[in-house]
């Protein structure tokens, strides 16, 4: 999915929520969480990430987990819990590209292609 298509989609779902909101450009170099915080002056605890899971038995299943910024994913537990797996990690990058698009750092659960699974 091209850039264009993925940003179409975003604003598509943003808007559909009928919900002000501004588009604010990143940097790359601030995409982690902490430095993105920090330099947009967003506080840690209203901002969230998308994560990426993966199973690590074939066939894979993946799921995009939204976790607070302040918080920890409880991949052992709770989300093999919820996808019904016993064993998980984190998607990698490719992977993660791959599925969604998006790179990570800038994955945003608006715009995820509607058969991953959301946790």
């Known amino acids: 999915m091209s850039v264009g298509a993925i940003e179409s989609q975003f604003r598509g779902a943003i808007e559909s929520l009928g919900v002000p909101f501004t588009k604010l450009p990143c940097d790359p170099e601030f995409a982690d969480t902490a430095l993105f915080c920090e330099r947009y002056a967003v506080p840690l605890d209203h901002s969230a990430n998308t994560i990426i ?67």
Do not use: W
């Not at 819990?81 to 998980?88: P, S």
């Not at 800038?106 to 509607?114: D, I, K, M, Y």
């Open 53 to 119: 899971v993966a199973s690590k038995k074939d066939p894979r299943q993946y799921a995009a987990c939204i976790v607070l910024a302040d918080s920890r994913l409880d991949v052992n537990h709770a989300v093999s819990e919820a996808m019904g797996v016993r064993r998980l990690s984190f998607a990698t990058a490719d992977e993660t590209t791959s599925l969604t698009g998006m790179l990570v750092g800038g994955v945003t659960v608006f715009g995820l292609p509607p058969e991953l699974p959301i946790l």
